[in-house]
């Protein structure tokens, strides 16, 4: 499939990690362009975190926290809300359909899925489905063994 969203994203960190900063500032928006994409530097992202496609389309702005094993579909957007301070968290194993919306301080909880075109504006439980715009919760998968 060749270079990811995600590929040039994790070499703008080890740039920044080698003390080169503006080398980092030119991948990164390779990346950005080659993906059309945005996923910041100052993001933290589990080494497991998956995008779809490639990450064709997806905007994760600087702050935003993904958890391991969690999966991001393409033209989803992770960022923060219009005159609202904060970013969103993302929990282990969640999964995020094709052009959902999650916006300003919120929380997935860990095995959370959020639908398709999902507009997220408030905290999502653990193991929550949610769907719609703004998005609902349409039902709670409890948690398997620990």
């Known amino acids: 499939m060749g270079p990811t969203a995600l590929s040039f994203y994790w070499a703008a960190k ?3 990690a080698l003390k080169a900063p503006r080398l980092a500032v030119v991948v990164a928006a390779v990346g950005n362009r080659l ?3 945005h996923v910041d530097t100052k993001a933290a992202l589990h080494p497991s975190v998956e ?6 389309g997806v905007i994760i702005a600087p702050g935003v926290e993904i958890g ?16 609202v ?3 969103p968290r993302v929990g282990r194993d969640v999964f ?5 919306k999650v916006q300003g301080p919120v929380t997935i909880g860990d095995g959370a899925k959020i639908g398709a075109n999902a507009v ?5 439980a653990p193991g929550a489905v949610v769907a719609g715009v703004p998005a609902r919760e349409l039902k709670r998968v409890p948690p398997t063994g620990t």
Do not use: H, T
Not at 68 to 83: I, K
Not at 96 to 100: C, E, F, H, N
């Open 35 to 37: 993906s059309n994409s």
């Open 96 to 100: 995020i359909g094709v052009g959902a």
């Open 120 to 124: 997220v504006i408030e905290d999502v």
């Open 85 to 87: 301070d904060g970013v």
């Open 51 to 56: 995008l779809g496609y490639g990450g064709i």
């Open 14 to 16: 080890r740039l920044q």
């Open 68 to 83: 391991e094993n969690s999966f991001v579909s393409q033209n989803v957007s992770l960022e923060g809300a219009p005159g």
